[in-house]
């Protein structure tokens, strides 16, 4: 399978890409989207809030940086892993890990609407 960046780049190109690389390139940018997104947060509340530890979490950032700069070259089912790929035994397991912690420490029930609709309903 080609990289995920080879993938981005032979989409923008009109090139063909398999529904499966799409899909695996769409699963690895979304969990690069979310690392980053919650890296710069982290980042930005420590400076807004002088925190002395800000310039740690800089220098950590930027490994962070560099390091999915690299996973946009590998794979993507080599970057995510059989717990990142939907269908795979292993990912149905950390799905089920994940949902039953989100129970726990919310009430609500994923895999039942209706939790969300009595939550609303409290509101």
Known sequence: MRSTVEIIVATQDSSSVTLEE?????????????????????????????????KMQANESLRMLTHLFAARKL?????????????????????????SVFKKATGLD????????????GK
């Open 75 to 99: 794979a993507p089912a080599a970057w995510l892993g059989a717990e990142g790929i939907p269908g795979t035994p292993e990912h149905a397991e950390r799905q089920r890990v994940a949902k």
């Open 22 to 54: 799409a899909k695996l390139a769409l699963l690895v940018m979304s969990a690069i989207s979310g690392i980053t997104e919650r890296r710069l947060r982290t980042l930005a509340e420590g400076v807004l809030e002088g925190k002395a530890v800000a």
């Open 110 to 121: 994923l895999d039942d609407p209706r939790s969300f609709e009595e939550q609303e309903k």
